[in-house]
């Protein structure tokens, strides 16, 4: 809505997602996981072996951790957005086990419960849940990787009319030498009332147990060593026409639609391992002595540390801001808010990780501690699930898009000055003051959050009031041509000020709703917002 210079102000509201029951029940289910991944896990064995001990992995079953987002029914816990994202907070510390289960349940099975018909939800789900199956996300080929769309693996209806016969190759599959079930994309030819044959995406939900399944050699990674990523090929697989997932043809879309869900915990993960390495790093720079004077002392060591407390601060308060929107609305489209929280945190993630790591001397190049293994598990979160590049431009276009519409009626009603006189005189005085750089503050955002927010509130509304000038300054000099390569660099810089936006909005709500409720230590949040 940003774009439309609409600021919802509902947001600035941050969302309680859970009442006091289920928020007892979270608090108790983060116990028993945070020892297991704090305690007796042994993360820097998974690296080095690149590997994940079966044994470990029954333990992670047993947590319940394979069915977070299965609905109870099915046999999983049932977990919303908010809950799934406390959790991932914790799973992040050995970032293996996170892709592991991620592959799984984020992306792998995610269309079953998104578009999956009963059949396939009472079929696989319960074993799924348990961890008695594992499932992988199959779409990345080799001519097939941001540009999703040019899939090749096909699928053809043999003669019987009930079994799609599939063939083609993935490639840097998660969990791809290792998965019992997996999301397939295929091309299929579809036939419409318009166009007879035409090739379309289409979603399979593919056992390995149905034959013609083989995977390549684990891929030797940077980082996330011990999760398995491998080469899928497919030759003459059977897949039963009942295991179509969504509609013939509509793939592509519910391809995108898994990715665009599955990205908001990103925010809580990466916050989850820096909120982890800030406080190693804390009692290192106290405890450190040189030149006479403990490092926690000097300004550059402090610049770090109040560098990565803002920005985690601003990570957690935007990942929990999109997970209490998709907890709060039934049918919310959280896609570029998930995109926003992904970009923001795996880019700062891998800021921080390396300025904590400095902080930490030889000692933090050493593997000893896991700093250095943070910093290359974290890697790949710049990557996949949608480059950050990709996710910039998706940012800025998806708003552009509904933008332009609007733009579209503006420019109509002053091409006729005489059938809209006012219109074109408010214009007219708004066009001039933004030329002027003192734009009309019209949405009095600081009357929805605390007093202590409201200088920041303000710098808020003024940013929302330029950028709603740079997206008309945009779409009128470019018009449709907008979305060509020669413009990206424009293009791009709307959605990084789209991202800068959303944080502040982030943290301005979450600090207010802290401050209004009293939390402990809420002061220290309305500083960190502030600054």
Same mark, same amino acid.
């Given at each position: 809505?940003?774009?439309?210079?609409?600021?919802?102000?509902?947001?600035?509201?941050?969302?309680?997602?859970?009442?006091?029951?289920?928020?007892?029940?979270l608090?108790?289910?983060?116990?028993?996981?945070?020892?297991?991944?704090?305690?007796?896990?042994?993360?820097?064995?998974?690296?080095r072996?690149?590997?994940i001990?079966?044994?470990?992995?029954?333990?992670?079953?047993?947590l319940?951790?394979y069915?977070?987002?299965?609905?109870?029914?099915?046999?999983?816990?049932?977990?919303?957005?908010? !809950?799934?994202?406390?959790?991932?907070?914790?799973?992040?510390?050995?970032?293996?086990?996170?892709?592991?289960?991620?592959?799984?349940?984020?992306?792998?099975?995610?269309?079953l419960?998104?578009?999956?018909?009963?059949y396939? %939800?009472?079929?696989?789900?319960?074993?799924?849940?348990?961890?008695?199956?594992?499932?992988?996300?199959?779409?990345?080929?080799a001519?097939a990787?941001?540009?999703?769309?040019?899939?090749?693996?096909?699928?053809?209806?043999a003669?019987?009319?009930?079994?799609?016969l599939?063939?083609?190759?993935?490639m840097?599959?998660?969990?791809?030498?290792?998965?019992?079930?997996?999301?397939?994309?295929?091309?299929?030819e579809?036939?419409?009332?318009?166009?007879?044959? !035409?090739? %379309?995406?289409?979603?399979?939900?593919?056992?390995?147990?149905?034959?013609g399944?083989?995977?390549g050699?684990?891929?030797?990674?940077?980082?996330?060593?011990g999760s398995?990523?491998? !080469?899928?090929?497919?030759e003459?697989t059977?897949?039963?026409?009942?295991?179509?997932?969504?509609?013939?043809? %509509?793939?592509? %879309?519910?391809?995108?639609?898994?990715?665009?869900?599955?990205?908001?915990?990103?925010?809580?993960?990466?916050?989850?391992v820096?909120?982890?390495?800030?406080t190693?790093?804390?009692?290192?720079?106290?405890?450190?002595?040189?030149?006479?004077?403990?490092?926690?002392?000097?300004?550059l060591?402090?610049?770090k540390?109040?560098?990565?407390?803002?920005?985690?601060?601003?990570?957690?308060?935007?990942?929990?801001?999109?997970?209490?929107?998709?907890?709060?609305?039934?049918?919310?489209?959280?896609?570029?808010?998930?995109?926003i929280?992904?970009?923001?945190?795996?880019?700062?993630?891998?800021?921080?990780?390396?300025?904590?790591?400095?902080?930490?001397?030889?000692?933090?190049?050493?593997?000893?501690?896991?700093?250095?293994?943070?910093?290359?598990?974290?890697?790949?979160?710049?990557?996949?699930e949608?480059t950050?590049?990709?996710?910039?431009?998706?940012?800025?276009?998806?708003?552009?898009?509904?933008?332009?519409?609007?733009?579209?009626?503006?420019?109509?009603?002053?091409?006729?000055?005489?059938?809209?006189?006012?219109?074109?005189?408010?214009?007219?005085?708004?066009?001039?003051?933004?030329?002027?750089?003192?734009?009309?503050?019209?949405?009095?955002?600081?009357?929805?959050?605390?007093?202590?927010?409201?200088?920041?509130? !303000?710098?808020?509304?003024?940013?929302?009031?330029?950028?709603?000038?740079?997206?008309?300054?945009?779409?009128?000099?470019?018009?449709?041509?907008?979305v060509?390569?020669?413009?990206?660099?424009?293009?791009v810089r709307?959605?990084?000020?789209?991202i800068?936006?959303?944080?502040?909005?982030?943290?301005?709500?979450?600090?207010?709703?802290?401050?209004?409720?009293?939390?402990?230590?809420?002061?220290?949040?309305?500083?960190?917002?502030?600054?």
């Amino acid at each position: 809505k940003i774009f439309l210079h609409r600021f919802d102000k509902s947001v600035l509201a941050f969302p309680k997602a859970l009442d006091q029951d289920r928020l007892d029940t979270l608090n108790e289910m983060v116990v028993p996981v945070e020892k297991f991944f704090l305690e007796d896990l042994d993360s820097s064995s998974i690296d080095r072996n690149a590997k994940i001990p079966p044994e470990v992995l029954d333990q992670v079953k047993e947590l319940g951790l394979y069915g977070m987002q299965i609905p109870v029914e099915y046999g999983g816990l049932g977990l919303g957005a908010t !809950e799934y994202s406390r959790l991932c907070e914790i799973i992040a510390m050995d970032g293996s086990i996170g892709v592991t289960i991620s592959a799984h349940q984020a992306i792998g099975f995610k269309g079953l419960l998104l578009e999956g018909s009963d059949y396939l %939800k009472e079929k696989y789900l319960p074993r799924l849940a348990t961890g008695e199956l594992l499932a992988a996300f199959c779409l990345t080929e080799a001519n097939a990787g941001s540009d999703a769309a040019s899939v090749q693996t096909r699928a053809t209806l043999a003669e019987d009319g009930k079994t799609w016969l599939l063939n083609g190759s993935k490639m840097w599959i998660s969990n791809g030498g290792t998965a019992d079930v997996m999301t397939v994309f295929a091309r299929t030819e579809v036939s419409s009332q318009s166009v007879d044959g !035409e090739d %379309k995406v289409t979603a399979f939900f593919v056992e390995r147990a149905f034959g013609g399944v083989t995977s390549g050699a684990p891929e030797d990674k940077m980082g996330i060593r011990g999760s398995n990523t491998a !080469e899928v090929h497919f030759e003459n697989t059977p897949v039963p026409s009942e295991n179509i997932v969504g509609e013939l043809g %509509k793939g592509f %879309k519910l391809a995108v639609t898994i990715l665009n869900s599955g990205r908001f915990s990103m925010g809580s993960s990466t916050a989850g391992v820096l909120k982890r390495c800030l406080t190693t790093t804390l009692e290192h720079a106290m405890s450190r002595k040189q030149f006479g004077h403990c490092i926690n002392e000097f300004g550059l060591i402090k610049e770090k540390f109040a560098h990565a407390a803002v920005n985690i601060y601003a990570m957690e308060s935007m990942a929990y801001l999109a997970a209490g929107l998709i907890d709060s609305y039934d049918e919310h489209d959280t896609a570029v808010e998930a995109a926003i929280v992904k970009v923001f945190s795996s880019n700062m993630g891998w800021i921080l990780g390396s300025d904590l790591l400095q902080v930490m001397g030889g000692l933090g190049y050493m593997r000893t501690y896991p700093f250095e293994r943070y910093l290359r598990d974290g890697r790949i979160t710049l990557i996949f699930e949608g480059t950050n590049e990709i996710l910039r431009m998706f940012i800025a276009l998806m708003g552009l898009q509904h933008a332009g519409v609007e733009l579209k009626s503006m420019i109509k009603k002053l091409r006729n000055p005489f059938m809209h006189p006012g219109f074109v005189y408010k214009t007219a005085i708004r066009q001039f003051r933004d030329s002027i750089d003192r734009p009309k503050l019209v949405h009095d955002l600081p009357g929805y959050l605390h007093p202590t927010l409201k200088e920041s509130a !303000e710098s808020l509304e003024y940013c929302t009031e330029r950028f709603r000038y740079a997206v008309q300054t945009l779409l009128s000099r470019y018009g449709l041509d907008v979305v060509k390569p020669a413009h990206q660099m424009d293009v791009v810089r709307l959605g990084d000020i789209a991202i800068d936006l959303f944080g502040m909005t982030s943290v301005l709500s979450h600090a207010s709703r802290s401050y209004c409720d009293g939390v402990h230590n809420s002061e220290h949040e309305v500083r960190q917002s502030n600054t």
